[in-house]
């Protein structure tokens, strides 16, 4: 599916980078990357951990997602958690009303009666989400968040480089999302055109959000009278340890070097040597030379589409990786 944001001359002149990471976005994109079919070995361990260590004060949260979509009030952008909190308790009553009764439409009757107070504005229902978010939050994230503090400064110091040096068009082409920036249409990924989105900003403008628990596609919250929110894959694209934890990836990284490892983790799926360059932050030449080491061990491979040359991770390097995170 592909996204295409239309842009006023306004919103170019609004598209902000947001300063400080956002606590309950990023729980939020945590648990839904936990809550995904253990496909990727580099979260496997991660997933399974959390699933394990998360307490029943937590419980709840599983209530309000019954399905594969979250209720858009709790899309909250702030910069500290108490921030978070009062905003989640400020939602309208309507927006929360319909939100609940989008994600139940299907199964109305397996609705918590806790949902159902909430449903009513019960002050005790809110009180059993907002604990809720705290135990998850304390559990999940709270063990790296000065990581991913600084995780989200080096992007933040990226983007704002790459703006000064080349403009905001040029930034927006250059955030690693298979996106391009055609007129005052910037369109992110491909797909059956039958649902593609198309996202009118007239004015309101577009906030970068960086996330460091999530791998996926763009994530974008739309709601009326407030900036289109877009939430992207950012950081090493691995699972988070606490500051001075071993890493699944640090013996290999002692054999290969750590921007090597950090290649071979990259390259489950398709990358460009410019992309894998601005990830690293690399030159392009660096990127090349170590894109060249790996193929030359028979780690991955690398083609040419079209301008574009792809490396992509061979079976071998796959096994390298896994018994990497396996040890």
């Not at 709270?142 to 990226?158: G, K, M, S, Y």
């Not at 996106?179 to 649902?195: D, E, F, M, V, Y």
């Not at 750590?258 to 071979?264: A, F, K, M, N, S």
Request: charged share 20%.
């Amino acid at each position: 599916m592909a996204i295409r944001v239309h842009f006023t001359s306004d919103d170019f002149a609004r598209v902000r980078f947001a300063p400080r990471p956002a606590p309950l976005q990023e729980l939020n994109v945590a648990l839904m990357k936990m809550c995904l079919p253990d496909e990727e070995l580099l979260f496997g361990r991660w997933r399974r951990r959390l699933l394990r260590s998360l307490p029943a004060a937590a419980a709840p949260l599983g209530d309000l997602v019954p399905g594969a979509s979250a209720p858009l009030f709790i899309d909250i952008f702030t910069a500290t958690l108490e921030e978070g909190f009062d905003a989640v308790r400020a939602t309208p009553p309507s927006l929360l009303r319909s939100e609940l009764e989008r994600v139940y439409a299907h199964h109305p009757a397996s609705a918590p009666p806790w949902i159902r107070d909430l449903h009513q504005g019960d002050p005790d229902a809110w009180h059993l989400l907002r604990r809720a978010q705290q135990a998850a939050f304390d559990t999940a994230l709270r063990p790296v968040w000065p990581l991913i503090q600084d995780l989200h400064q080096a992007e933040f110091t990226r983007h704002a480089v790459t703006v000064a040096e080349h403009g905001v068009g040029s930034a927006l082409a250059q955030l690693g999302l298979d996106s391009q920036l055609l007129g005052n249409i910037w369109q992110l990924g491909g797909g059956t055109a039958r649902r593609d989105r198309d996202i009118d900003l007239r004015g309101r403008g577009l906030v970068l959000v960086p996330t460091f628990h999530w791998t996926g596609r763009p994530l974008v919250s739309d709601l009326p009278g407030r900036p289109l929110y877009l939430t992207y894959p950012a950081g090493t694209g691995l699972p988070l340890t606490p500051t001075g934890a071993r890493g699944a990836g640090d013996a290999l990284s002692a054999v290969l070097g750590r921007t090597r490892v950090e290649i071979l983790q990259r390259l489950a799926d398709a990358h460009t040597t410019s992309d894998l360059a601005r990830r690293l932050g690399v030159s392009n030449a660096t990127a090349s030379a170590h894109a060249a080491a790996l193929r030359g061990a028979g780690l991955i491979t690398t083609v040419r589409a079209g301008r574009a040359v792809l490396h992509r991770r061979t079976a071998l390097g796959s096994l390298l990786i896994r018994r990497a995170v396996a040890s």
